[in-house]
């Protein structure tokens, strides 16, 4: 696939346009008690589906083939993305059928069978090559990449532009970091309408191949540990999605477990927030400072985590 330019402000107004009844315009709300800064938090766990794939997923089925669409919907998606496309194949009538990496927690795809759709568990590796090939023999239908799309990217650009909206001296955003997806789209947005705001990636020490890459001025392939982390880290950033991400990425803030681990308790002490890894993390590279001190905010990309992890978490035990 050709390297990805980044998307306009129009795409993004125009995937705005297209998700009235599809997504909401998630709240924004300030972390309390103290903080290195003023942390806001873009609660995309309140979305339909638990997360913001149903954004980019949205948006892109507005763009679909209807003789392609008809077949059904399809994926390659740890979960996040399965249960958005499957949501969304549920309310046009048409089957879906989701690939999915061997690992992916039970919390995520079971919601996704409960949609009807078709789960098919492959290794992590053949999960990947999916996203590589942009498809795999089990799947049919119209695909939807849950990262190296412009019409997915500009869906989630749309958080962009509301936290803008919500809070027009934002400093800073900490965006999770799992293929550039998100981050890349929310960039585009924000510094569209906000010379100078700074965006940042949110990755795990476990698997944080985008830091790796940016350090080497290249993508890179890295070592991947799994870990109650799902939603984020792979073993490499996708050759399209290097351009991008590397053009509109002000770097890339890489946090341990624990640290995510402690984001995910405050969040739920603080303000009653029950988040995933994923999006905790997002939290805890803001809590480093790395993101500035001014207005900072931190993009809680989902909330579809597993009962026992949170359980075992909130009890100070890492998984």
Do not use: Y
Not at 182 to 195: Q, T
Not at 255 to 264: D, R
């Amino acid at each position: 696939m050709q390297p990805l330019a980044p998307v306009s402000l129009d795409e993004v107004r125009a995937a705005a346009g297209r998700l009235g009844g599809v997504a909401t315009h998630s709240p924004l709300l300030r972390l309390e008690g103290e903080a290195p800064a003023e942390i806001h938090l873009k609660l995309e766990s309140l979305q339909p589906t638990g997360s913001f794939k149903v954004r980019g997923a949205g948006n892109a089925l507005e763009h679909a083939d209807p003789a392609l669409l008809a077949r059904g919907v399809a994926t390659a998606s740890a979960g996040n993305m399965a249960r958005a496309a499957a949501w969304l194949a549920r309310r046009r009538g048409v089957p879906c059928t989701v690939v999915a990496p061997d690992d992916a927690p039970a919390a995520k795809l079971d919601p996704v069978a409960a949609l009807g759709a078709r789960i098919v568990r492959v290794p992590f590796d053949a999960w990947w090559q999916a996203l590589v090939d942009r498809g795999h023999p089990e799947l049919d239908g119209f695909f939807i990449h849950p990262v190296s799309d412009p019409a997915v990217i500009a869906g989630n650009g749309t958080i962009g532009l509301e936290i803008v909206a919500d809070l027009p001296e934002v400093d800073a955003v900490v965006v999770p970091f799992g293929g550039g997806g998100l981050s890349s789209g929310i960039a585009c947005a924000v510094k569209a309408l906000r010379r100078g705001v700074r965006v940042f990636a949110a990755e795990v020490a476990t698997a944080a191949p985008l830091a790796a890459s940016l350090a080497a001025g290249r993508p890179v392939e890295i070592d991947r540990a799994p870990s109650f982390v799902d939603g984020i880290g792979s073993g490499g950033v996708l050759t399209e999605m290097w351009p991008l991400v590397s053009s509109v990425l002000d770097g890339s803030i890489v946090v341990e477990l624990e640290a995510v681990a402690e984001a995910l308790r405050l969040l739920a002490t603080r303000n009653r927030i029950v988040a995933e890894g994923a999006g905790a993390a997002a939290l805890a590279a803001a809590l480093t400072g790395q993101a500035g001190t001014g207005r900072v905010v931190a993009v809680i990309s989902g909330g579809n985590i597993d009962t026992s992890t949170l359980a075992a978490i909130l009890a100070h035990r890492l998984p």
